[in-house]
Structure formats: structure tokens, C-alpha cells
Nanobody, 118 residues
Framework: QLQASGGGLVQPGESLRLSCATS????????MGWYRQAPGKQRELVAT???????NYADSVKGRFTISRDNAKSTVYLQMKSLRPEDTAVYYC??????????????WGQGTLVTISS
């Protein structure tokens, strides 16, 4: 089961780092991704990282967010900088054997709330 953590209330321009851990065997064999759902909006893909470490980002977060994975800790991170009020959302991590399978999966863990407000 995936559980995201690290959310909170910060001011615009500040940073946060989200974490998501799972079991070692699952983590090593899965691509990982971060999604978010803002109030009144559909859930959207934020960033993905493959087993080999290749990354991809939504245009809205490029240059501000960094996804990374620590295989020794079986943890995926989302470093978020220069946060904006529009980044306010519940953030979820997700996994899959491939990017396509991850996208199609309906298995969601517990998210973590990120609120950007002055």
C-alpha cells in the first residue's frame, strides 16, 4: 500500500518535499508517479520516474518540481519549489509495472494535502 506524506501549509514561493514508501520488491519493479487533485478538479499527473530513473513532468510544474527515487529506501520523493497557490491539492503517489499500467490502475493510496496560501 502506498501512502504519501510530507504535505502541509506553506506560503507562495516556499518549498516542500513529499515522500512515498512501499515494499522493496514492489518498488524495484515498478515505475512510480505523483498525481494531484485540486478542489473541484480532476486528478492529474504531475511527474513520473521509471525504474531506470527517467523522469517526465507536467508542463505546469517543469523547472519547479523534481521527482526522484531512492531504491535503498524504497521511497519516491517529490521536491517542490517555488510553490504557487494553484499547486494546492491532495497529492498521491502511484505505481505500476509500466507507465501505461500505472495510468490505467484504479488503485490509489492515501494522499497528502498541500496547501499554498499567504
Amino acid at each position: 500500500q502506498l501512502q504519501a506524506s510530507g504535505g502541509g501549509l506553506v506560503q507562495p514561493g516556499e518549498s516542500l518535499r513529499l515522500s512515498c514508501a512501499t515494499s522493496g520488491t514492489i518498488f524495484r519493479n515498478n515505475v512510480m508517479g505523483w498525481y494531484r487533485q485540486a478542489p473541484g478538479k480532476q486528478r492529474e499527473l504531475v511527474a513520473t520516474i521509471t525504474i531506470a530513473g527517467s523522469t517526465n513532468y507536467a508542463d505546469s510544474v517543469k523547472g519547479r518540481f523534481t521527482i526522484s527515487r531512492d531504491n535503498a529506501k524504497s521511497t519516491v520523493y517529490l521536491q517542490m519549489k517555488s510553490l504557487r497557490p494553484e499547486d494546492t491539492a491532495v497529492y498521491y503517489c502511484k505505481r505500476g509495472r509500466t507507465l501505461a499500467l500505472m495510468a490505467m490502475s484504479n488503485s490509489w493510496g492515501q494522499g497528502t494535502l498541500v496547501t499554498i496560501s499567504s
